[in-house]
C-alpha cells in the first residue's frame, strides 16, 4: 500500500491505484482517476455506473459483476464497454473509490 | 411436533443433504422431502470425459431417487415459486409444499441464449459446448470428425462451474488431436475474460507455464459479447475477433428459473445469497443454500458443496433447535486438474488461502499440489465411486476433513 496524490488529497492506493479506503474519495478525484485512466469526461450515464457500484459496495460490501450491472444498472453491457473501454466493472470501482471487484473462482 | 424440510434440488447439494438429515433425525422428527424436474443424476465431473470418449453417457447418469435414503420424498416436478411470506413451495403439478425449513440447491443453469448468436446458426454444428450431456455428447461426434484448424475453447463470463474445467478441456484436446494426428495443423486456443487463464494467482502461473508447454494460445480480457456462426468469429464487447473453425463454449450461468420467479429469493443473476460461513440465505432465516445455487465467493465444484453439505445439516439442526447456528465453512475446495496423458495436478484452497505448490494429506498418501502426476489422475478417476458411494449417501471421505488442511502446503508461495 502506497499514499497518492489525487486532486489535491493524498489517498491510500493499493498497487494497481485502487483506493484502500473508500471514505477518501470525493467527485473531484473521481475525475482526476477516469482522466488517468482513458475516459476525458465523466458523462451523466458514466456516473450513472459509478454511482450504482459505489452504492452498491457501501451498501453489501460488494461490487456488482458486469454482468449484474448490465441488468441492474440499466445501461446494457454493450454500452457499459463504450463508456468504461476494457473493463467496465474494475474501471468504473477505481473510478468510484471502491476496491478491485473480486474476480469471481 | 414433527417438522417439514423441502429440499429444492436433487444433485449433490441437495441429495447429500436430505441423506444427512434422514440419518440424524428419525422419521416421527422430521419429514424431507426432495424436488427435481427430473430423475436423471448426472455426475458432472465426467462431463469433461464424454467429448473425448473417456466416458460414456450412460456411465455417469443415474436415477435421482435412487441416490436417497429410505424415508425421503421425492417429488418430480418443476418448481413454480418459493413463497417466503407463506412459508411454502408451489410446484408446477399444482402441489403445494409448506416448510419448517427450506434448502435451496438447484444449482446453476447454462444461458446460452443470452449471449447474441451463440444459438444461432452454427449451434451443435460447429458450435458447442460440453457443460451438458446432450452438448458432450454432439462434441464428441464434432471432435471424432474435425480435421484442423482453429479449436477454440472460450468461457463467456464468470461465474461458471468448475472454472478449471475450460483448461482442463484444453489440456485433453491437446492429447486427444495429438493421439489422432491433427494437433500438428491445429491452433488451440482457450480465450477467457479474466485477466489469466484461472482466478488464483500462483495456480495461474502454473497452468500457464502448462499451457504454453502444449502451445495453447491464452487470450485473456476477452469478454464475449456475440459469436458469429457462420463466419466463425467470436466478438468480444470491446470490438476484437476470435477466429475459429471449432467453438467449445463455456455458457453463461444463472441461478434456476423460479429463483427469479420467487420475489425476495436470489440476485440479479437468480443466485442465492447467503452468509459465506453459516450458509444461511439473507432472504430468510429458515432458508438455506449449498453448492452451485448460491452467490457465495467459493468455487462452484462439488467438492465444495459437498464441504458444505458436511456442515449444513449441523446448522439446520441448530435452527431447528431454536439454537445458534455452529458450523462454519471457510469456502474449502479441492479439484484434480487434468493435464492430459494419464496425469492431473490438485489443488485445494479456501475463501482466504489461494492454491499453493506442496503435499496434500490423505489416508491413502499424500498427493503432490499444482504438480502433474499419475496418482493424481488415478484420484480423479477413483472419485467417481466414492461420489456415488460414499458422498451422496453423506458419509465423510476418510481423511479429507470440511476444512481447509494447511499441513504440507507451501505458503510462502503466496507473494501478496
Given at each position: 500500500?502506497?499514499?497518492?496524490?489525487?486532486?489535491?488529497?493524498?489517498?491510500?492506493?493499493?498497487?494497481?491505484?485502487?483506493?484502500?479506503?473508500?471514505?477518501?474519495?470525493?467527485?473531484?478525484?473521481?475525475?482526476?482517476?477516469?482522466?488517468?485512466?482513458?475516459?476525458?469526461?465523466?458523462?451523466?450515464?458514466?456516473?450513472?455506473?459509478?454511482?450504482?457500484?459505489?452504492?452498491?459496495?457501501?451498501?453489501?460490501?460488494?461490487?456488482?459483476?458486469?454482468?449484474?450491472?448490465?441488468?441492474?444498472?440499466?445501461?446494457?453491457?454493450?454500452?457499459?464497454?463504450?463508456?468504461?473501454?476494457?473493463?467496465?466493472?474494475?474501471?468504473?470501482?477505481?473510478?468510484?473509490?471502491?476496491?478491485?471487484?473480486?474476480?469471481?473462482? | 411436533?414433527?417438522?417439514?424440510?423441502?429440499?429444492?434440488?436433487?444433485?449433490?447439494?441437495?441429495?447429500?443433504?436430505?441423506?444427512?438429515?434422514?440419518?440424524?433425525?428419525?422419521?416421527?422428527?422430521?419429514?424431507?422431502?426432495?424436488?427435481?424436474?427430473?430423475?436423471?443424476?448426472?455426475?458432472?465431473?465426467?462431463?469433461?470425459?464424454?467429448?473425448?470418449?473417456?466416458?460414456?453417457?450412460?456411465?455417469?447418469?443415474?436415477?435421482?431417487?435412487?441416490?436417497?435414503?429410505?424415508?425421503?420424498?421425492?417429488?418430480?416436478?418443476?418448481?413454480?415459486?418459493?413463497?417466503?411470506?407463506?412459508?411454502?413451495?408451489?410446484?408446477?403439478?399444482?402441489?403445494?409444499?409448506?416448510?419448517?425449513?427450506?434448502?435451496?440447491?438447484?444449482?446453476?443453469?447454462?444461458?446460452?441464449?443470452?449471449?447474441?448468436?451463440?444459438?444461432?446458426?452454427?449451434?451443435?454444428?460447429?458450435?458447442?459446448?460440453?457443460?451438458?450431456?446432450?452438448?458432450?455428447?454432439?462434441?464428441?461426434?464434432?471432435?471424432?470428425?474435425?480435421?484442423?484448424?482453429?479449436?477454440?475453447?472460450?468461457?463467456?463470463?464468470?461465474?461458471?462451474?468448475?472454472?478449471?474445467?475450460?483448461?482442463?478441456?484444453?489440456?485433453?484436446?491437446?492429447?486427444?488431436?495429438?493421439?489422432?494426428?491433427?494437433?500438428?495443423?491445429?491452433?488451440?486456443?482457450?480465450?477467457?475474460?479474466?485477466?489469466?487463464?484461472?482466478?488464483?494467482?500462483?495456480?495461474?502461473?502454473?497452468?500457464?507455464?502448462?499451457?504454453?508447454?502444449?502451445?495453447?494460445?491464452?487470450?485473456?480480457?476477452?469478454?464475449?459479447?456475440?459469436?458469429?456462426?457462420?463466419?466463425?468469429?467470436?466478438?468480444?464487447?470491446?470490438?476484437?475477433?476470435?477466429?475459429?473453425?471449432?467453438?467449445?463454449?463455456?455458457?453463461?450461468?444463472?441461478?434456476?428459473?423460479?429463483?427469479?420467479?420467487?420475489?425476495?429469493?436470489?440476485?440479479?443473476?437468480?443466485?442465492?445469497?447467503?452468509?459465506?460461513?453459516?450458509?444461511?440465505?439473507?432472504?430468510?432465516?429458515?432458508?438455506?443454500?449449498?453448492?452451485?445455487?448460491?452467490?457465495?465467493?467459493?468455487?462452484?465444484?462439488?467438492s465444495?458443496?459437498h464441504f458444505?453439505?458436511e456442515?449444513?445439516?449441523?446448522?439446520?439442526?441448530?435452527?431447528?433447535?431454536?439454537?445458534?447456528?455452529?458450523?462454519?465453512?471457510?469456502?474449502h475446495?479441492n479439484?484434480f486438474?487434468?493435464?492430459?496423458?494419464?496425469?492431473?495436478?490438485l489443488?485445494d484452497?479456501?475463501?482466504?488461502?489461494?492454491?499453493?505448490?506442496g503435499r496434500f494429506p490423505t489416508a491413502l498418501g499424500p498427493l503432490p499440489l499444482?504438480?502433474?502426476s499419475?496418482l493424481n489422475?488415478l484420484g480423479k478417476l477413483m472419485f467417481q465411486w466414492f461420489y456415488?458411494h460414499a458422498l451422496?449417501p453423506g458419509r465423510d471421505i476418510p481423511g479429507v476433513s470440511p476444512q481447509m488442511p494447511t499441513a504440507g502446503k507451501?505458503?510462502?508461495?503466496?507473494?501478496?
Open positions: 500500500m502506497t499514499t497518492a496524490l489525487i486532486a489535491d488529497t493524498t489517498v491510500d492506493v493499493d498497487a494497481e491505484g485502487f483506493l484502500v479506503d473508500a471514505y477518501q474519495w470525493n467527485e473531484q478525484i473521481a475525475d482526476e482517476l477516469a482522466h488517468d485512466n482513458g475516459v476525458d469526461e465523466l458523462t451523466p450515464r458514466h456516473w450513472l455506473v459509478v454511482r450504482f457500484m459505489r452504492d452498491r459496495w457501501l451498501e453489501t460490501g460488494n461490487a456488482p459483476s458486469i454482468r449484474a450491472l448490465g441488468k441492474e444498472s440499466g445501461v446494457p453491457v454493450k454500452e457499459l464497454y463504450e463508456l468504461f473501454p476494457k473493463g467496465p466493472a474494475k474501471l468504473a470501482a477505481k473510478i468510484g473509490g471502491i476496491p478491485k471487484p473480486r474476480g469471481c473462482i | 411436533m414433527k417438522k417439514r424440510i423441502v429440499i429444492l434440488g436433487g444433485g449433490t447439494g441437495g441429495t447429500l443433504t436430505a441423506n444427512r438429515l434422514r440419518r440424524r433425525f428419525d422419521s416421527d422428527e422430521l419429514q424431507v422431502d426432495v424436488v427435481d424436474r427430473d430423475d436423471r443424476h448426472v455426475y458432472q465431473p465426467g462431463l469433461l470425459f464424454v467429448p473425448f470418449g473417456l466416458a460414456d453417457p450412460d456411465e455417469i447418469v443415474r436415477p435421482r431417487h435412487r441416490q436417497l435414503r429410505s424415508g425421503i420424498g421425492f417429488h418430480e416436478a418443476e418448481i413454480d415459486a418459493v413463497e417466503l411470506g407463506a412459508e411454502h413451495v408451489r410446484l408446477a403439478d399444482g402441489h403445494v409444499l409448506g416448510y419448517d425449513a427450506l434448502v435451496v440447491a438447484t444449482g446453476a443453469r447454462l444461458l446460452p441464449e443470452e449471449t447474441e448468436g451463440l444459438t444461432g446458426p452454427g449451434w451443435l454444428e460447429r458450435v458447442f459446448t460440453f457443460y451438458d450431456l446432450d452438448g458432450a455428447v454432439a462434441l464428441r461426434a464434432a471432435l471424432d470428425r474435425f480435421e484442423g484448424g482453429r479449436l477454440v475453447v472460450n468461457i463467456a463470463d464468470m461465474p461458471i462451474k468448475c472454472p478449471v474445467a475450460p483448461i482442463e478441456f484444453a489440456f485433453l484436446a491437446d492429447w486427444f488431436l495429438r493421439e489422432r494426428g491433427v494437433r500438428e495443423r491445429t491452433e488451440l486456443v482457450l480465450s477467457t475474460p479474466l485477466d489469466a487463464c484461472f482466478t488464483k494467482p500462483v495456480a495461474s502461473k502454473h497452468l500457464t507455464y502448462l499451457l504454453e508447454e502444449k502451445q495453447i494460445e491464452l487470450v485473456t480480457d476477452f469478454a464475449a459479447g456475440e459469436v458469429d456462426g457462420v463466419g466463425g468469429k467470436l466478438v468480444s464487447y470491446d470490438g476484437r475477433e476470435v477466429p475459429f473453425d471449432l467453438l467449445v463454449t463455456v455458457p453463461l450461468h444463472g441461478g434456476a428459473a423460479y429463483v427469479g420467479r420467487s420475489p425476495g429469493l436470489g440476485d440479479a443473476l437468480d443466485f442465492i445469497p447467503a452468509d459465506p460461513h453459516t450458509l444461511q440465505a439473507h432472504a430468510a432465516p429458515n432458508v438455506f443454500t449449498l453448492g452451485d445455487a448460491t452467490d457465495l465467493p467459493s468455487s462452484k465444484a462439488g465444495v458443496t458444505e453439505g456442515l449444513l445439516d449441523a446448522n439446520i439442526r441448530c435452527f431447528l433447535a431454536g439454537e445458534e447456528l455452529e458450523s462454519t465453512f471457510d469456502g475446495a479439484c486438474v487434468e493435464t492430459g496423458f494419464h496425469k492431473a495436478l489443488i484452497f479456501n475463501y482466504d488461502t489461494e492454491p499453493v505448490p499444482l504438480r502433474e499419475r489422475h456415488w451422496l507451501q505458503l510462502d508461495a503466496i507473494t501478496t
